[in-house]
T-cell receptor, first 114, second 109 residues
């Protein structure tokens, strides 16, 4: 089934460790996004990519990096994890066909940093 | 600053009607989205409003008043499966989405 695949589904990570969250889509969408979702807060944008080869910073980019080598993949890396990065991470994409084009979300990665 | 407000939690009865409100203050406006998110799952798209008025999609309707910075999601004939969080999001002048914290809807039999 077409959509967005995220891996891993969940992870417990020791503080200071490096971690890459994977995201792959097969819908050929140009734009991709990484959000974090924390209890009581709205989804917060970490990084985004409007097209392959370009990336941009969102609302909460510190401690995270992304790359967009091709259309399908948009990995998110935590260089040195800290407990405040404990969250649920959602990757999303949209085809960019106008402002009303909705986001399609992956199933999320639940990350706990100890 | 930019702000989206929606109630934290609402409770309704199966078969009834519920209205979930969303008010916003953003830098520009390029449309308002409603998403549904079941516990432990990803958000899924429900509706998009960019012009004033009511958009109806089956049991769900969404209303927008741009002059008031206000929207609501109306759910009719509530079913137990409608128990979920409902997220309001506004696209600002930079085409970035600003998200509310979500409204958790609890349906009781």
């Amino acid at each position: 089934i077409a959509g967005i695949t995220q891996a891993p589904t969940s992870q417990i990570l020791a503080a200071g460790r490096r971690m890459t969250l994977r995201c792959t889509q097969d819908m050929r969408h140009n734009a991709m996004y990484w959000y974090r979702q924390d209890l009581g807060l709205g989804l917060r944008l970490i990084h985004y990519s409007n097209t392959a080869g370009t990336t941009g910073k969102g609302e909460v980019p510190d401690g995270y990096s992304v790359s967009r080598a091709n259309t399908d993949d948009f990995p998110l890396t935590l260089a040195s994890a800290v407990p405040s990065q404990t969250s649920v991470y959602f990757c999303a994409s949209r085809d960019g066909g106008g402002a009303g084009s909705p986001l399609h979300f992956g199933n999320g990665t639940r990350l706990t940093v100890t | 600053g930019q702000n989206i407000d929606q109630p934290t939690e609402m409770t309704a009865t199966e078969g009834a009607i519920v209205q979930i409100n969303c008010t916003y203050q953003t830098s520009g406006f390029n449309g308002l989205f409603w998403y549904q998110q079941h516990a432990g799952e990803a958000p899924t798209f429900l509706s998009y409003n960019v012009l004033d008025g009511l958009e109806e999609k089956g049991r769900f309707s969404s209303f927008l008043s741009r002059s008031k910075g206000y929207s609501y999601l109306l759910l009719k004939e509530l079913q137990m499966k409608d128990s979920a969080s409902y997220l309001c999001a506004v696209m600002d002048s930079n085409y970035q989405l600003i998200w509310g914290a979500g409204t958790k809807l609890i349906i009781k039999p």
